[in-house]
Nanobody, 126 residues
């Protein structure tokens, strides 16, 4: 059974950094499309970054150059390092996974993802 559990959220001032971690249960991290999504109040869920093991990640334009995803298949974690945070990065962040094609993974579409964590709140103050 696949389970995803996020940790590491919190509050930070603009310009600061946070690191989110997702503990993945189930032997999927090397074979599935993994990703981080976020949803701000009143907005649709947005694909922040998605990746398949061994392939280059697909980042949203809004975070490229500031955020970095990493997979560790030895301890089954998916981390998101967030630097130079902005108030508009404030949202609930979700770890997600799905079995899909490389092209669908690259598209960062939330409706393509099957498994979701409960989410964790990130608040960036100005």
């Amino acid at each position: 059974q696949v389970q995803l559990m996020e940790s590491g959220g919190g509050s930070v001032q603009a310009g600061g950094s946070l690191r989110l971690s997702c503990q993945v249960s189930g032997d999927i991290i090397t074979g599935y499309c993994m990703g981080w999504f976020r949803q701000a109040p009143g907005k649709e869920r947005e694909g922040v970054v998605t990746v398949q093991f061994g392939r280059a990640p697909s980042y949203a334009d809004s975070v490229r150059g500031r955020f970095a995803i990493s997979l560790d298949n030895t301890i089954n974690t998916l981390d998101l390092q967030m630097n130079s945070l902005k108030p508009e990065d404030t949202a609930r962040y979700y770890c997600a996974a799905t079995s899909t094609s490389a092209s669908n993974c690259f598209a960062r579409r939330a409706d393509q993802f099957t498994y979701w964590g409960q989410g964790i709140l990130v608040t960036v103050s100005s």
